[in-house]
């Protein structure tokens, strides 16, 4: 290597550490939003309760559910103490294909039955926290402890507003980005 190359490679690299010093500097001066705190769950869940049919109101957009309408979710208790999941979705349009997954979950904390394991594709479980939930069980909100997926269900089709709004607020709290929310397409 020639000394001319020698000093353009040195100055590349100072050129490299010193912006890499200096993005390190502005990140230390300007810290990024904060981390959002662990996700907290509802105090106690009935499960009795929360089995039956929920409607999907809106969701995160998930690739597993790309071109669902009319979603819905079936809860039943099993004999050996999980519970069965039916989730239930047509295909592009109210009337398109109907498509049918089903699946198990595990209660994971008996204190409050409020955090679940649940596979459609054993052995893989995913993370499934009730963190709203209506007082007579007529809404319920799903989501994952880092926040990347997200539910809002129902026991009917539609949603008030007022609740869907009070439910947004709180989820605000909770750290989540609602601007991510999609409707999902109900029949009337």
């Not at 089903?102 to 926290?129: E, H, I, M």
């Given at each position: ?48 309760r929360y089995t039956g049919t929920w409607y999907e109101i809106a969701s995160f957009p998930q690739r597993f559910q790309k071109g669902c ?97 009070g439910i947004l607020e709180r989820l605000r709290t909770q750290g989540y980005d609602v601007s991510r929310l999609q409707l999902t397409q109900?029949?009337?």
């Open positions: 290597m020639s000394r001319a190359d020698s000093r353009t490679v040195t100055r590349a690299i100072r050129r490299w550490l010193g912006a890499g010093l200096l993005a390190c500097g502005m990140a230390l001066a300007h810290p990024s939003a904060a981390k959002p705190a662990p996700l907290r769950t509802v105090e106690r869940v009935d499960l009795a309408t009319a979603s819905a979710a079936t809860y039943t208790i099993r004999p050996d103490g999980q519970i069965e999941v039916v989730n239930r979705c047509n295909r592009d349009s109210l009337t398109g294909r109907e498509t049918v997954a089903r699946g198990r979950a595990r209660v994971v904390d008996r204190q409050s039955n409020a955090k679940l394991k649940v596979t459609f594709f054993w052995p893989f479980w995913g993370d499934y926290w009730i963190i709203d939930l209506g007082a007579d069980y007529e809404y319920a909100v799903v989501g994952h402890p880092g926040r990347g997926y997200l539910w809002i269900l129902s026991r009917t089709r539609t949603m008030d507003a007022a609740v869907y709004s109900q029949p009337k």
